[in-house]
């Protein structure tokens, strides 16, 4: 009974606390916002500014893939989101929003009076508004992008904000999101730091909730050859690596894999019984068919069945385990004239249950580990046979 009554005391207590610290923060930060990499898109706009948040997280899906996906996230979808919405409604005694509007990001903030100041297709885009937060129902009120930066009407507070993504150099992306925020004169100031330092743990909770439904969004909406296989697949991991190389050039790599082949080129200790992966091709192991099976294991038939192939393109594999039904694609993209983006996926399906739920997130990190070790060795094999 103590640890009950301790933890229905504490948990809350602490959760306060640490919203009274982070609200405090805001407040002695507020009109002196850390550098660290800003917006130049956003400095067109708004180069002097009280307050900035700056967030960024890898997807494993190309950039514009990325940035689709941000803008059409659902704002509300994520639970705490749509409790930090209700909280604010509470506080602030607002009106209930009957508009309907549309769920995506992008055209539900438009809908609600939020301008684009800039839009670099396929790589950014600028949103703005003046509007006075701290009313229980705002109005934002969309500027010309030739008026944002020159307008000063007392009693406002000037807002943009960014989506935008870049590729990297591993074959992911890195999608950012920057927000500043300025008041117009002394007393929105006044009134703005008050709202900001109130609000600011519950604004940046949200932030980090899209994010994190950002990155499933995007690998879903990233469709791959074999995802067609599994269409009640109810987990999904992708990685991806850039190699200097073209696809003629790393196909002969995935053609042999395979335990008593040439290995998986992951740590051999774990996955090839110790005998280390190749590190030539060999000619022997370069037909392969549908219907063949690269084993898992030093003897015995388990392992993966060939059910696609498409030369230099993809390699679909389907898991031979009982547990539950999986897919393993290997998809090469051209890069330019001599380089490749090489995306695995692996999905799977299975009947939810406890013994899945414990066991599911164990697999996942497993197969995390090893797969980076296996892409980073195929890189390496393709690039140094096609070094001149």
Known sequence: ?????????????????????????????????????????????MPIYDVVER???????PAAVALEAAKKLDLEGPRLVRAIFAARARVLRSAPDDAARPRGLLEKTKSMGWGVLSDR?????????????????????????????AFREPGHVKIAWTLGAVDGPD??????????????????????????????????????ALLGGLVAEAERAWRLEGDDVLTDARTQLTHAVAIAAPPRDVWPWLVQMGCQRAGWYSWDILDNAGVRSAERIVPELQHLRVG?????????????????IVPERALVLRGLAAQWAGTWAFVLEPLGPNGTRLVTRYRAAYAPSARMSLLVPVLKAAHEVMERKQLRTIKHHAELGHAP
Do not use: Q
């Open 1 to 45: 009974m103590s640890t009950l009554v301790l933890c229905l005391v504490g948990v809350p207590a602490l959760a306060a606390g640490g919203y009274a610290v982070v609200a405090a923060v805001g407040w002695f930060r507020y009109g002196r916002p850390r550098g660290g990499g800003p917006d130049t898109a956003l400095d067109a706009f």
């Open 55 to 61: 967030h960024e997280v890898t997807v494993a899906a």
């Open 121 to 149: 297709a396929g790589r950014e885009i600028v949103l703005g508004a003046a509007t006075k937060p701290w009313e229980p129902n705002p109005v934002f009120r969309a500027l010309r992008p030739g008026e944002f930066a």
């Open 171 to 208: 074959g992911s992306s890195v999608f950012r999101t920057e927000t500043r925020a300025v008041a117009t004169d002394a007393n929105a100031r006044r009134k703005f730091r008050r709202y900001w330092a109130f609000l600011s743990p519950g604004i940046r909770l949200i932030r980090s």
């Open 292 to 308: 063949d099976v690269l084993p898992a294991r030093p003897v015995g038939k388990e392992g993966f069945e060939v059910i696609r």
